[in-house]
């Protein structure tokens, strides 16, 4: 059945050093979300793409953390250099955007990042 | 597993019983409301939507109520299950925004108690 992927699973990576997370989404979905979940904020929304294009990435702090989709397949958050505060589950979700009035969000199983 | 132990409010329901989840949305603008659930080790599941032109809408065992005036939405579950221990989100959003964006709100653990 159609899902939301994302890699890797874990992540345990030292402080100043480069994490990339990457999400496939549902295919057809042209809407992709990332999303950051911690004890302390809870679910942020970090940056979302419509065909490949960003949206809106205010959510995210912008000197160390970019998103991009190289194609329509892939999506990828990287983060350079990482920081002990990153340490957190980032979510990515895709929705079928075109043509429909709105349309739930289809969440993956997240990227358990924890930087020592 | 990908949850992180969030510090939440919690709802203790025995087997069988009916739970209610509440939630104060901030956006009066807000025309959609969802409600996901998140089980242990895994990402938001979608329960049920609806939409501000409707005050009630039901699903299999769920039940959204909505009150706009109050901005409150909830949740209720029936004959709550072992299966249904989770955490709650409620999320809202603009149907006519640019990207379907939704704000989450802080989310309500459930425990059900056999």
């Known amino acids: 059945d159609a899902r939301v992927t994302q890699t890797p699973r874990h992540k345990v990576t030292e402080m100043g050093q480069e994490v990339t997370m990457r999400c496939q989404p549902i295919l057809g979905h042209n809407t992709v979300f990332w999303y950051r979940q911690t004890m302390m904020q809870g679910l942020e929304l970090l940056a979302y793409?419509?065909?490949?294009?960003?949206?809106?990435d205010s959510g995210m702090p912008k000197d160390r953390f970019s998103a991009e989709m190289p194609d329509a397949t892939l999506a990828t958050l990287k983060i350079q250099p990482s920081e002990p505060r990153d340490s957190a589950v980032y979510f990515c979700?895709?929705?079928?955007?075109?043509?429909?009035?709105?349309?739930?969000?289809?969440f993956g199983p997240g990227t358990r990042l924890t930087v020592l | 597993g990908e949850s992180v132990g969030l510090h939440l409010p919690t709802l203790s329901v025995q087997e069988g019983d009916n739970s209610i989840i509440n939630c104060a949305y901030s956006?009066?603008?807000?025309?959609?409301f969802i409600w996901y659930k998140q089980e242990s080790g895994k990402g938001p599941q979608f329960i049920i939507d609806i939409r501000s032109n409707m005050d009630k809408r039901q699903g299999q065992r769920v039940t959204v109520l909505l009150n706009k005036t109050v901005k409150h939405l909830s949740l209720q579950i029936a004959a709550t299950q072992p299966g249904d221990s989770a955490v709650y989100f409620c999320?809202?959003?603009?149907?006519?925004?640019?990207?379907?964006?939704?704000?989450f709100g802080g989310g309500t653990r459930v425990l059900v108690k056999p």
């Open positions: 979700a895709s929705v079928l955007g075109a043509g429909v009035p709105y349309n739930e969000q289809f």
């Open positions: 793409f419509r065909n490949r294009a960003p949206l809106d």
């Open positions: 956006n009066s603008a807000s025309d959609y």
């Open positions: 999320a809202e959003g603009m149907i006519k925004a640019a990207g379907n964006k939704l704000t």
